[in-house]
């Protein structure tokens, strides 16, 4: 049975099993939508709710894939990006972006940035895991 680590969780690399993915969005009820969805899908999920948290949990553990939003408080999802890009512990896990621009602008804007595709919202579950399953190969 799966089951979603809590946001306050103190992690540690033996708790986390293999494919996991890091949910980064700032709205709660979005972001359980997309973790139900990623549940569904047979993926373990952790969640932050802003990129400073995120970054926080990008370093304490491994993880698949990271699904992050633009648009959010503080720190943007672009600057979320190439933050993680930057950073050699980080720059190899795949980031899918997910977020309300998602004009063809907002596409190449998300990839110049490093990550491996933009989902806009709303998207479709099949759009979504679709999305995932091609960032990682």
């Known amino acids: 049975s799966l089951r979603r680590v809590p946001r306050t969780a103190s992690l540690n690399k033996s708790m986390i099993a293999s494919p996991t993915i890091l949910v980064i969005e ?17 993926y373990r999920t952790l969640e932050a709710a802003d990129g400073h948290e995120g970054m926080k949990l990008a370093l304490q553990a491994t993880y698949r894939l990271l699904l992050l939003d ?37 596409h190449l804007w998300a990839r110049m940035q490093g990550a491996k595709a933009l989902v806009g919202k709303p998207y479709s579950k099949s759009d979504l895991i679709g999305a995932i399953k091609s960032a990682v190969g």
């Open 26 to 42: 700032d709205d709660s009820a979005v972001r359980t939508g997309i973790l139900d969805t990623l549940e569904y899908g047979g």
């Open 70 to 106: 633009i648009v959010m408080p503080d720190m943007d999802g672009y600057e979320t990006c190439r933050t993680l890009q930057a950073d050699p512990a980080t720059k190899s896990i795949p980031i899918v972006m997910v977020s309300t621009k998602s004009q063809k602008a907002d």
